[in-house]
């Protein structure tokens, strides 16, 4: 009888012990899966040591998102700011944001676009017809220097720095 008591002890005991290692172990993977620095991931891990207690104040007080999720959140936000930014004209001398019928730069006096001579719709520069009323462009028109001043814009859509991930 008194036998079968001290097995049963003993047993849990192991169980306690197992359920113990078990728990703090996973701190540590789930710590090195959102915090990026090793201090505070062995600050977690020795939280995650005290017996039961640690790993729920380890869930208390853990990082919300995992790195991926970090990661991938903010490839998302980069993507999508890159993408607003292209859509936003710019002028192609100072980068300054500019409106899509503006006829100069406000910034640097830069000419974006040429009046029509029938309507005065904005025309981009590289445009040989009016689309508002198909009105043949007469001006005497630089192409040149208008395919310049494009091939520039674009360069510099395409060395616009991408914000760095900020990880924890
Ligand atoms: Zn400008
Ligand atoms: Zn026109």
């Known amino acids: 009888m008194f036998g079968i008591l001290a097995y049963a002890i003993a047993a849990a005991a192991v169980l306690a012990i197992v359920f113990w290692l078990g728990l703090a172990y996973w701190v540590n993977k789930d710590a090195r ?14 939280v995650g040591l005290v017996p039961y207690v640690g790993p729920v104040v380890y869930l208390l007080f853990r990082p919300a998102e995992t790195r991926d999720e970090v990661r991938s959140r903010e490839a998302e936000l980069a993507a999508l700011e890159a ?4 859509r936003r004209p710019t002028c192609p001398e100072c980068s300054a944001s500019v409106d899509a019928d503006f006829l100069v730069c406000p910034v640097c006096t830069t000419r974006l676009r040429e009046p029509c001579a029938h309507c005065d719709a904005p025309l981009e520069r590289l445009w040989q017809i009016c689309p508002y009323c198909a009105t043949r462009v007469e001006a005497e028109l630089d192409l040149d220097e208008a395919l310049a001043q494009e091939v520039r814009s674009l360069d510099r859509v395409a060395d616009s720095p991408t914000p760095q991930a900020v990880e924890l």
């Open 33 to 46: 899966r959102r915090i990026r620095h090793p201090f505070l991931v062995g600050v977690a891990t020795v």
């Open 83 to 86: 993408q607003v930014a292209q």
